[in-house]
Antibody, heavy 125, light 104 residues
Framework: QVQLQESGPGLVKPSGTLSLTCAVSGGSISSGKWWTWVRQPPGKGLERIGE???????NYKPSLKSRITISLDKSRNQLSLKLSSVTAADTAVYYC??????????????????WGQGTLVTVSS | DVQMTQSPPSLSASLGDRVTITCRAS??????LNWYQQKPGKAPKLLIYAASSLQGGVPSRFSGTGSGTEFTLTISSLQPEDFATYYC??????FGQGTKVEIK
């Protein structure tokens, strides 16, 4: 059974770069069609920020596109998130999740079946 | 991007009640709709994918219906462990704002 574990600094200074890693255990990173990062500001809802396919194709939330990079390290069975020029608005719990697919009536659909426990990142000086 | 709107934002219900949460998409999305449950301090948990397919291990009191732009999540008989916040998501993209189910 695949398990995910996020790790990285819990405190980042404004204008700095947020860097997180998500370690995949109990299975291979090849088990996911896509891998995604979702964040949740304190007391607020879920926000999808971007995803990467196993083949390395990435999609990002348009409002974050200029600041975000998601990558896969297949040899280490992990994925990474980098978010530059952070502000207090980037303070959130960050989750990684595995994305599986199915073929619907018209094309592929996707769902997030396995999530990490999440890690809180606070942007503050 | 397709925008997802949930209603109501919150509701109060009693044990044993039938609860229905609605999710509307800003444009048609066929059946590419998932539902998640989140408890305080925990990661979200997948309940339903493809609008109506129950994820393994999820109790049968949870069900999902809908297609196109309107979707519903129904809990047939509310149990103590069901008090949580529920989110819909369009495929692997945008989430709804969430619906908090509280004890009446």
């Amino acid at each position: 059974q695949v398990q995910l574990q996020e790790s990285g600094p819990g405190l980042v200074k404004p204008s700095g770069t947020l860097s997180l890693t998500c370690a995949v255990s109990g299975g291979s990173i090849s088990s996911g069609k896509w891998w995604t990062w979702v964040r949740q500001p304190p007391g607020k809802g879920l926000e999808r920020i971007g995803e990467i396919s196993y083949s390395g194709y990435s999609n990002y939330k348009p409002s974050l596109k200029s600041r975000i990079t998601i990558s896969l390290d297949k040899s280490r069975n992990q994925l990474s998130l980098k978010l530059s020029s952070v502000t207090a608005a980037d303070t959130a719990v960050y989750y990684c999740a595995r994305v599986l697919d199915y073929y619907g009536s018209e094309s592929f659909g996707y769902y997030l079946d396995t999530w990490g426990q999440g890690t809180l990142v606070t942007v503050s000086s | 991007d397709v925008q997802m709107t949930q209603s109501p934002p919150s509701l109060s219900a009693s044990l044993g009640d039938r609860v229905t949460i609605t999710c509307r998409a800003s444009q048609t999305i066929s059946n590419y709709l998932n539902w998640y449950q989140q408890k305080p301090g925990k990661a979200p948990k997948l309940l339903i994918y493809a609008a109506s397919s129950l994820q393994g291990g999820v109790p049968s009191r949870f069900s999902g219906t809908g297609s196109g732009t309107e979707f519903t999540l129904t809990i047939s008989s509310l149990q103590p462990e069901d008090f949580a916040t529920y989110y819909c998501q369009h495929s692997k993209w945008e989430f709804g704002q969430g619906t908090k189910v509280e004890i009446k």
